[in-house]
């Protein structure tokens, strides 16, 4: 629960954009990351990556927009996002610590940490939403270049695959944990 806690950023800078302006949509959603990563400190939790990366990318974007000649059209901002996620997801697969073990390690007891069925299953939910993220930004980059493609086409494809990575989530973890029960129900005593 709290990783999707975690995306409330994402979700409110998605919401905003088609009710109001992207510099409002960024401050609002810098606002909602800076919360989020926020509640984790005083909590006494870990300073998630995904968390503290999307209050950069945001704030970083609307200090862009508040200084840049040109501002960015809302699918331009919707790109920049989507690569600055899909950085974050790459990153922590690339230095071994997928986004998502840090969510995992608080939801379950400290024994568990280690085990290599729990690692493995962090990288995969890293990898669906690495996915995920990236048929968004390939849905987001279609609408920029190819406008003759319907808008509700792309905007099926981003909610398809944030979706999916969601459901994958919630569904993937309780499989291996029902396998690992499976596991220990039939070993000789």
Same mark, same amino acid.
């Given at each position: 629960?709290?990783?999707?806690?975690?995306?409330?950023? @994402?979700?409110?800078?998605?919401?905003?954009?088609? %009710?109001?302006?992207?510099?409002?949509? %960024?401050?609002?959603?810098?606002?909602?990351? @800076?919360?989020?990563?926020?509640?984790?400190?005083?909590?006494?939790?870990?300073?998630?990556?995904?968390?503290?990366?999307?209050?950069?990318?945001?704030?970083?974007?609307?200090?862009?927009?508040?200084?840049?000649?040109?501002?960015? !059209?809302?699918?331009?901002?919707?790109?920049?996002?989507?690569?600055?996620?899909?950085?974050?997801? %790459?990153? !922590? %697969?690339?230095?071994?610590?997928?986004?998502?073990?840090?969510?995992?390690?608080?939801?379950?007891?400290?024994?568990?940490?280690?085990?290599?069925? @729990?690692?493995?299953?962090?990288?995969?939910?890293?990898?669906?939403? !690495?996915?995920?993220?990236?048929?968004?930004?390939?849905?987001?980059?279609?609408?920029?270049?190819?406008?003759?493609?319907?808008?509700?086409?792309?905007?099926?494809?981003?909610?398809?695959?944030?979706?999916?990575?969601?459901?994958?989530?919630?569904?993937?973890?309780?499989?291996?944990?029902?396998?690992?029960?499976?596991?220990?129900?039939?070993?000789?005593?």
């Amino acid at each position: 629960m709290a990783m999707f806690f975690t995306l409330a950023p @994402f979700g409110t800078f998605a919401a905003l954009t088609m %009710l109001s302006t992207v510099q409002i949509s %960024l401050a609002a959603s810098a606002a909602v990351a @800076f919360a989020v990563f926020g509640w984790d400190v005083v909590r006494g939790r870990s300073v998630k990556m995904l968390a503290t990366g999307a209050f950069v990318l945001f704030a970083a974007l609307l200090a862009y927009h508040q200084v840049a000649d040109k501002a960015l !059209s809302p699918t331009e901002v919707r790109i920049a996002v989507d690569c600055g996620m899909l950085t974050i997801a %790459l990153t !922590s %697969l690339a230095i071994r610590f997928p986004f998502t073990l840090q969510y995992a390690r608080e939801a379950v007891e400290p024994e568990i940490h280690q085990q290599p069925r @729990f690692i493995r299953t962090s990288y995969i939910l890293t990898w669906v939403w !690495s996915g995920a993220i990236a048929l968004m930004l390939i849905a987001d980059i279609v609408a920029v270049y190819w406008p003759s493609i319907p808008v509700w086409t792309c905007a099926a494809i981003v909610f398809a695959a944030r979706n999916s990575a969601s459901l994958f989530t919630q569904w993937y973890p309780k499989k291996v944990m029902a396998l690992v029960a499976a596991e220990i129900s039939t070993k000789p005593a």
